[in-house]
C-alpha cells in the first residue's frame, strides 16, 4: 500500500536520512523503532508531506506522493498525528472530532449561505458518527469540553478518534503510547488491534515503548542514524545484534 | 444635539463594520494584519473615483468592495506564508506604500487635495437631513456583515478556520488547505473593510490621503480586542465604546488647560495605553473567552 | 551621482544605528518591537530639551538623553517586558503592546511639546566643497558619530563580560542560561545599549534634517528593513543592513519620484523575507 523507497534528507550538514526504505502491505500494523535521532519522526513528516526530502520516491496505493504537500497526502487517506500531541485545546472534543470528515460541504464558504440545509444535514451525520466514536473510546461525557482540559492520554485517544473521523486508508501513528497510563494504553491498543480486525485499516507505528510496538506489530523496522538497519517479526528483530548494538552502542 | 448623537452613531458604525472585517482576519483567522486601513482606502477611493467618472453609486459600490477584496488576495499571496511578526511589518509596509500611491497619483486621485462632489445613495431623493438616511443605510450594512460573519463562525468553515488558527498542521492532516482559507479570511475581510470605506466617503463627503494613515488599523485593533478578539458582537460594542471616548472627550476638553492638538494626543496616548493595558492585564476583552484564547507561546 | 551615494551613506549609518538595536532586541526577545522608531525620537526630543529649553551645551544635552532614553528603556523592561516573559506571552501579544507604546510615546511627545518641527541650537557652518560635490559638517560629524558607535559596540560585544554575555545568550539561550548567564541582567544591559544607539540615531536625524513626533514612525519601515536585509539578531548584518538600505533609497531617487523613497526599503525587505529571511548574516 505504501512503498517508501530510498529517502534521502540533509538539514544543512546534518544528514536526517540517508536511503531509508520500507514497504506497508495494506491491512497490517507495521512498526518502526529506533534510538533517538534515528530519523523516525522525520520520515513521517516526508511521508505525509510536511517536509520534502531531497531524493527518493514514495509511493501511496501506487501514486508518486514525494512531491505532494500535506493536505493533498490527507486526502488521498493517508492521516498522521503528532510526536507531541496536537489536540486542539481552544475546541471541544466533539469540535475536534467534526473537524475531520473530508468532504463537508459546509466548509465551501459560498455553501455556508448557498447551501444551508445540505449543511445541516450533513452536520447531522458528521456528529451522530462523532458520537459514536467518542463512545467506543470512552470519551463521550467529555463531548463538550474543552479539548485543553484532558489528561495526556486522553488527548491521545482523542488524536485518534479525530484520525478516524476523517475515514483514512492508512494511519501514521507517531509515539501513540508515550505519557499516556497503562489503563489508556491497553484501550489504545485495543482500538488499534479492533480497527485493524474489523475496518482492515492498515497502520505504520513510530514507538519507544517496546513491549507495546512488539506485541502490536505484524513486522518491524528499526532505523538508526537515517537507515533502516534491520526488518523483521517482532521476535526476529528484538534477537538482531545489530540492534542491540544500535540501543546500547548511542547514537 | 440629536444630530451630533446621529453624527457619532454613524461613523461609530462605520468603524465597527470595518473591524468587523478585521476581527475575521485576526480574532477568528489569526492573522496579523497591521495594513487593514488599505482596504478603506481602496474602498473609499474606487467608489469616488468611479462615480466621478460618471458610474453609478451601487455598482461603484461594488466594484470597490471586490477591489478590495481582490487587493487583499493580492497582498496575501506572497505574504500569507511569512512567520507572524513578518507578516505583520508587511502589512504596514503594504498600507503605506498604497497611502503614498494616494499621495502622489494626482492624476487618479488629486493628491494631497482629496476629492470631492461625488454623489451619495439616494440623497437627490431624502428631504430630511441626509445623515438620518445615511444611518439606515450604514445599520442596514453592520445587520447584513454581522449576520453573514455570524452564520461563518458558527459554519464548518468557521471551524477549519479556528482550527488553523491555533495549529496549521493539524488542519493539513487532515486534508484541509490551510493557505487557501487563510486567503478567503483575507478576502472577505478585505472586502468588508472595502466596503465599510465606501461608507465612510459618504459620511465625510471629502477624502484625502490623511484619513487612511496607519493610526485607522490600530483604531481597528484595539476595537477588536477591546471587544474580544473573534467575537463580532464584542467587536460591535468596541465601537461604540472608542466612539463615545471619542466624542465624549471632545465635551470636557474645552474645561482642560490645554490646546486642541494636546487633547487630540492626549486621546491617543490613552488609547496606546489601554492597548498595552488590555494586552497585559485583561487580552481576552470584554465579551472574550479566556479558554478561546491562543496568545501563549 | 556621488551625491546621491554620499547622502545613501549618512542616511545609512542613522539607519544602521537604530537598525543595531532593534535587532539585537529581537534577536533575544524574539519580537518585532513597533516603538523602537518612536524611542528614537524620544532621545531626539530629550536632547532637544536639553539643548533648546535648558540651553545646555549639545553635546552634554545629547549625554543626557541617551542616558534617559535609555533608563526609560530599562523602566519599560521591568514595567511590561520581564512581567509578559515572566506570562510565557507569545510574539503576538508583544507585538501589539509595542504599537501601543509607540502610540503613546508618540503622542507623549506631541502633548508635551507640540506637533511643529523643531530644530537643535547648532551653529550653521558651511558645507564642504569637493568638485561638485557638497557635504555638509553635519554630515561629517554624522558619519564619524556613526562609526564611532559602531565601533564602540564592537568593542562591548568582543571585549567586556557584558558583551560575550550578549552574544551568547543571541546565539542559545537555553545554554547560556545553563552556564549560569544571569538573563534578566543580560537583557537589561541588551535594552540600555540598544536604545542608547538608537537614541544617537535619533539624534543624528534630528540634526540632518530636524525633530518632529513623526519622525520615529517615519524611520520604523526602513529600520525593519535593514535589521531583517542585516538577518535579525546580528548588529553587524544591522549596520551592513542599514547601510545598504540608505543607498538603495537614496539612488533610487534617480529612477523614482522621490515621494516613494521609502517605498524602495519596503520592497528589498520583501524580497528578502521571500527568498532568504534569515537575511545575509543571519545563520541557517
New interface residues.
Given amino acids: 500500500m505504501l512503498s517508501v523507497q530510498g529517502i534521502e534528507k540533509s538539514y544543512?550538514g546534518i544528514r536526517a536520512l540517508d536511503g531509508a526504505s520500507l514497504d506497508v502491505e495494506e491491512g497490517k500494523i507495521i512498526g518502526i523503532i529506533g534510538p533517538n535521532g534515528a530519523g523516525k519522526t522525520t520520515l513521517f513528516k516526508i511521508i505525509?508531506?510536511?517536509v520534502k526530502p531531497n531524493s527518493g520516491k514514495i509511493l501511496f496505493e501506487g501514486k508518486n506522493i514525494e512531491n505532494s504537500?500535506?493536505?493533498?497526502i490527507?486526502?488521498t487517506g493517508l492521516?498522521?498525528?503528532?510526536q507531541l500531541s496536537?489536540a486542539?485545546?481552544?475546541?471541544t472534543v466533539l469540535?475536534n472530532l467534526?473537524?475531520?470528515p473530508?468532504y463537508?460541504?459546509?466548509?465551501?464558504?459560498w455553501?455556508?449561505?448557498l447551501q444551508p440545509k445540505l449543511?445541516k444535514d450533513?452536520?447531522e451525520e458528521s456528529r451522530e458518527k462523532a458520537l459514536s466514536l467518542l463512545k467506543s473510546f470512552e470519551l463521550f461525557r467529555l463531548k463538550d469540553e474543552?479539548a485543553?482540559a484532558l489528561s495526556g492520554g486522553q488527548k491521545r485517544l482523542l488524536e485518534l478518534a479525530?484520525?478516524i473521523m476523517?475515514e483514512p486508508k492508512m494511519l501514521l501513528l507517531d509515539e501513540p503510547f508515550s505519557g499516556v497510563n497503562p489503563y489508556l494504553g491497553m484501550r489504545l491498543l485495543d482500538h488499534i488491534e479492533s480497527l485493524r480486525s474489523d475496518c482492515g485499516m492498515t497502520f505504520l507505528i513510530i514507538e519507544h515503548d517496546m513491549p507495546m510496538i512488539m506485541q502490536l506489530s505484524d513486522y518491524i523496522y528499526v532505523l538508526n542514524k537515517g537507515q533502516v538497519i534491520a526488518s523483521g517479526l517482532p521476535r526476529e528483530v528484538k534477537e538482531d545484534e545489530g540492534v542491540l548494538d544500535a540501543y546500547l552502542g548511542g547514537v | 444635539m440629536i444630530e451630533y448623537i446621529v453624527s457619532v452613531l454613524l461613523i461609530a458604525i462605520i468603524y465597527a463594520i470595518f473591524s468587523l472585517g478585521l476581527n475575521l482576519e485576526w480574532g477568528l483567522t489569526g492573522l496579523i494584519n497591521f495594513g487593514h486601513v488599505a482596504f478603506l482606502a481602496i474602498g473609499a477611493y474606487t467608489t469616488v473615483i468611479l462615480n466621478l467618472r460618471g458610474v453609478p453609486l451601487i455598482p461603484s459600490m461594488l466594484v470597490a468592495v471586490a477591489l478590495a477584496g481582490l487587493c487583499g488576495a493580492l497582498l496575501g499571496l506572497p505574504t500569507l506564508k511569512l512567520r507572524e511578526d513578518y507578516l505583520a511589518i508587511v502589512t504596514i509596509g503594504f498600507s503605506e506604500i498604497v497611502r503614498l500611491i494616494l499621495l502622489n497619483e494626482e492624476w487618479l486621485t488629486r493628491g494631497p487635495l482629496g476629492m470631492h462632489g461625488y454623489s451619495r445613495p439616494l440623497a437627490d431623493f431624502v428631504s430630511v437631513d441626509y445623515n438620518y438616511f445615511l444611518l439606515i443605510v450604514v445599520l442596514t450594512c453592520l445587520i447584513v456583515c454581522y449576520f453573514?460573519l455570524e452564520?461563518?463562525v458558527k459554519?464548518?468553515?468557521g471551524?477549519?478556520i479556528?482550527?488553523i488558527?491555533?495549529?496549521e498542521?493539524?488542519?493539513?492532516?487532515?486534508?484541509?488547505?490551510?493557505f487557501s482559507y487563510k486567503i478567503?479570511s483575507l478576502v472577505?475581510g478585505s472586502a468588508i473593510a472595502g466596503l465599510s470605506g465606501s461608507l465612510l466617503a459618504f459620511y465625510m463627503r471629502y477624502i484625502n490621503p490623511m484619513n487612511f494613515v496607519p493610526i485607522e488599523t490600530f483604531y481597528a485593533w484595539i476595537i477588536v480586542v477591546l471587544g474580544g478578539s473573534g467575537n463580532n458582537r464584542g467587536t460591535i460594542l468596541g465601537a461604540i465604546i472608542l466612539w463615545i471616548f471619542f466624542s465624549g472627550t471632545r465635551f470636557i476638553q474645552g474645561d482642560l488647560p490645554i490646546t486642541p492638538s494636546q487633547a487630540g494626543a492626549l486621546r491617543i496616548m490613552f488609547i496606546g495605553l489601554a492597548l498595552i493595558i488590555l494586552m497585559m492585564f485583561k487580552p481576552e476583552g470584554i465579551l472574550g473567552r479566556k479558554?478561546?484564547?491562543?496568545l501563549e507561546q | 551621482m556621488m551625491q546621491v551615494i554620499i547622502n545613501g551613506i549618512v542616511l545609512g549609518s542613522v539607519i544602521a544605528l537604530a537598525a543595531i538595536g532593534l535587532s539585537m532586541i529581537y534577536g533575544i526577545l524574539n519580537f518585532a518591537n513597533f516603538a523602537h522608531g518612536d524611542l528614537m525620537a524620544l532621545g531626539a526630543y530629550l536632547a532637544f530639551v536639553f539643548n533648546v529649553i535648558f540651553e545646555m551645551n549639545f553635546l552634554v544635552a545629547c549625554t543626557l538623553s541617551i542616558i534617559l532614553t535609555s533608563l526609560i528603556c530599562v523602566l519599560f523592561e521591568h514595567l511590561i517586558w520581564k512581567p509578559m516573559r515572566r506570562k510565557s506571552a507569545g510574539r503576538v501579544s508583544l507585538i501589539i503592546i509595542s504599537i501601543g507604546l509607540a502610540l503613546f510615546i508618540r503622542n507623549l511627545i506631541i502633548f508635551l511639546w507640540g506637533p511643529d518641527i523643531k530644530r537643535y541650537a547648532l551653529p550653521v557652518r558651511r558645507g564642504i566643497d569637493i568638485g561638485s560635490l557638497v557635504i555638509t559638517q553635519n554630515q561629517i560629524a554624522v558619519i564619524i558619530v556613526a562609526v564611532a558607535s559602531m565601533f564602540f559596540l564592537h568593542f562591548v560585544l568582543k571585549r567586556t563580560t557584558i558583551g560575550t554575555a550578549m552574544r551568547a545568550l543571541s546565539d542559545n539561550i537555553d545554554l547560556a542560561k545553563a552556564s549560569g548567564i544571569d538573563v534578566d541582567s543580560v537583557i537589561r544591559y541588551t535594552w540600555a545599549i540598544g536604545i542608547a544607539l538608537a537614541a544617537i540615531g535619533g539624534i543624528l536625524y534630528g540634526v540632518l534634517t530636524n525633530i518632529n513626533p513623526n519622525m520615529g514612525w517615519f524611520m520604523v519601515l526602513p529600520i525593519f528593513a535593514a535589521a531583517i536585509l542585516g538577518g535579525i539578531g546580528n548588529p553587524y548584518g544591522a549596520m551592513i543592513g542599514g547601510l545598504v538600505i540608505g543607498l538603495a533609497q537614496e539612488i533610487s531617487t534617480a529612477v523614482l519620484p522621490t515621494e516613494y523613497k521609502l517605498a524602495v526599503g519596503f520592497i528589498i525587505m520583501i524580497a528578502v523575507l521571500l527568498v532568504r529571511p534569515q537575511g545575509i548574516l543571519g545563520g541557517?
Avoid at chain 1, 504537500?69 to 493533498?72: D, G, L, M, T, Y
Fill in positions: 544543512g505525509s508531506g510536511f504537500q500535506s493536505h493533498e490527507a486526502r492521516i498522521r498525528t503528532f496536537k486542539l485545546t481552544k475546541m469540535e467534526m473537524l475531520a473530508k463537508q460541504e459546509g466548509e465551501k464558504i455553501n455556508v449561505w449543511i450533513q452536520e474543552y485543553g479525530r484520525a476523517a | 453573514m452564520r461563518l459554519s464548518p468553515w471551524r477549519v479556528k482550527s488558527r491555533e495549529d498542521d493539524v488542519a493539513s492532516s487532515l486534508g484541509k488547505n490551510v478567503q472577505l479558554e478561546e484564547l491562543l | 541557517v
